[in-house]
């Protein structure tokens, strides 16, 4: 099955600063990349995806680009606020082969630094 | 519209004890599944179901049972508790029958096992 790897586990930046998060994948097949973000004792909300035949996206300040020759993907956060503080997590699936299950990767905690 | 619904919020369990996760949606959506989120562990998948009467397993399925008789209702039963189910449940629902669209979550059902 797909196994998705985030880095890092923990990330803090000063405010304004921009943030990274990086994963990758195992299944070559894999063809919609989620990003959610967690707020604490809150539920996971998608922020942003892409899709395979798309190599990157944009909403505001949030930016998703997409590797699909290296299997990884990562999202990039710019001029960093005090609420973008959260977990983030990546997913990855491979609808089209018959696949219905979403991996996730294990997350990584943003702490924004006023 | 609620969105998902999950109850109760909190529950205490002994071991060995049975019951019920209860997950509602009223969007029309096609997709359901269940996630486990553990400290460190990210959301893993339980079970999924792609339309009413449609059941399958993800990555943790042991210890755990599904149905889905109608569209609006995925209920997750624990067959008897153990403290390794200590953990908080995510219901999430998407509009078609695959992972490859924006997942709704539930606010969670957070769950201890004495």
């Known amino acids: 099955g797909e196994n998705v790897e985030q880095h890092p586990s923990t990330l803090s930046v000063q405010e304004g600063d921009s943030a990274v998060i990086k994963c990758t994948y195992s299944d070559s097949a894999s063809n919609y990349f989620p990003w959610y973000k967690q707020e604490l004792g809150k539920r996971p909300q998608l922020i942003i995806d892409i899709r395979s035949n798309v190599g990157e996206k944009k909403d505001q300040r949030i930016a998703v680009t997409l590797n699909k020759t290296a299997k990884h993907f990562s999202l990039h956060i710019t001029e960093t606020q005090p609420e973008d503080s959260a977990v983030y997590f990546c997913?990855?699936?491979?609808?089209?082969?018959?696949?219905?299950?979403?991996?996730f990767g294990k997350g990584t905690k943003l702490s924004v630094i006023p | 519209n609620a969105g998902v619904t999950q109850t109760p919020k909190f529950q205490v369990l002994k071991t060995g004890q049975s019951m019920t996760l209860q997950c509602a949606q009223d969007m029309n959506h096609e997709y359901m599944s269940w996630y486990r989120q553990d400290p460190g562990m990210g959301l893993r998948l339980i079970h999924y179901s792609v339309g009413a009467g449609i059941t399958d397993q993800g990555e943790v399925p042991n210890g755990y049972n599904v149905s889905r008789s109608t569209t609006e209702d995925f209920p997750l039963r624990l067959l008897s508790a153990a403290p390794s189910q200590t953990s908080v449940y995510f219901c999430?629902?998407?509009?078609?029958?695959?992972?490859?669209?924006?997942?709704?979550f539930g606010d969670g059902t957070r769950l201890s096992i004495l």
């Open positions: 997913a990855a699936t491979n609808s089209g082969a018959g696949s219905y299950q979403l991996t």
């Open positions: 999430a629902s998407s509009y078609q029958g695959g992972p490859d669209q924006p997942q709704h």
